[in-house]
């Protein structure tokens, strides 16, 4: 799981993070036209989550998958974990009724015991972490025999890929101030495993592939591995 050349160090990852936190949702949505939510939406209804069951989002952000997992399972019991202080408080104010649990913390050093939870889903977050083994080591510790993990993030880099990362360059200069956040976006995106590449690394550190789902013409893909 090779990614260097660019400055993952968490210090940088996550001041990067607090600064655009306020912007993200409205840039995310606007970046692909509202296709992240449906990916999303998508990607956790492929998920097949068991009555009852104890759900982590990695990277949780500004609490997307957990709002989607909560509002498709209201039984279950979901938590997330970032560690950036304003993506977590944007994610606490769409936390309607309190049901989601947000804590702060780093994906690389999770304060759970081994086989604590029955899924756990990350999605663009992998690609930010400058020791991703030490991410997949900590998914695979703490989810449940045949528990299942489902990651997402970008997929193919292909003509739709460039495209898009066309359309990224554009849009930010536009809407923000400092679009350094989405330069790095687009380098990080051009470094990071293709899913087969991706599914072969979560093998390795022992998981079982279940299912890649490919959104966008590939673009996005989704992975759900089993324990
Ligand atoms: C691109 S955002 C994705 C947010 C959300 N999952 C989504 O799909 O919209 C990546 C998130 O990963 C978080 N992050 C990156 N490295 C992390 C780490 N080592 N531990 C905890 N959070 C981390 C960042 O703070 C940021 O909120």
Do not use: W
Not at 24 to 35: E, P, R, T, V
Not at 96 to 121: A, C, H, M, R
Not at 135 to 159: M, S, T, W
Not at 177 to 188: H, R
Request: aromatic fraction near 10%; charge should be positive.
């Amino acid at each position: 799981m090779t990614q260097n050349k660019i400055d993952k160090s968490p210090q940088t990852i996550q001041t990067m993070f607090n600064i655009i936190a306020d912007k993200y949702d409205l840039i995310n949505n606007i970046m692909s036209l509202g296709a992240h939510k449906y990916i999303k939406y998508k990607s956790i209804k492929n998920l097949d989550i068991k009555p009852n069951a104890k759900v982590i989002d990695l990277c949780c952000g500004t609490g997307d998958l957990c709002n989607i997992v909560k509002k498709l399972h209201p039984d279950s019991n979901v938590t997330g974990i970032d560690f950036s202080d304003n993506m977590l408080e944007i994610a606490r104010q769409k936390n309607v009724n309190n049901k989601i649990l947000y804590f702060q913390g780093d994906v690389t050093n999770l304060p759970y015991e081994d086989n604590s939870f029955d899924t756990v889903t990350m999605a663009f977050g992998l690609r930010n972490i400058a020791n991703p083994e030490k991410a997949v080591e900590e998914v695979y510790r703490i989810l449940k025999p045949q528990g299942k993990f489902l990651h997402i993030d970008f997929g193919e880099k292909n003509c739709l890929s460039r495209i898009y990362n066309i359309f990224t360059k554009i849009t930010s200069k536009i809407l923000t101030e400092n679009n350094s956040a989405y330069e790095y976006l687009i380098q990080s995106k051009n470094i990071f495993p293709s899913p087969e590449d991706l599914i072969k690394d979560f093998e390795r550190k022992g998981f079982i592939r279940e299912k890649r789902q490919d959104y966008l013409f590939g673009v996005i893909s989704s992975q759900i591995m089993t324990k």
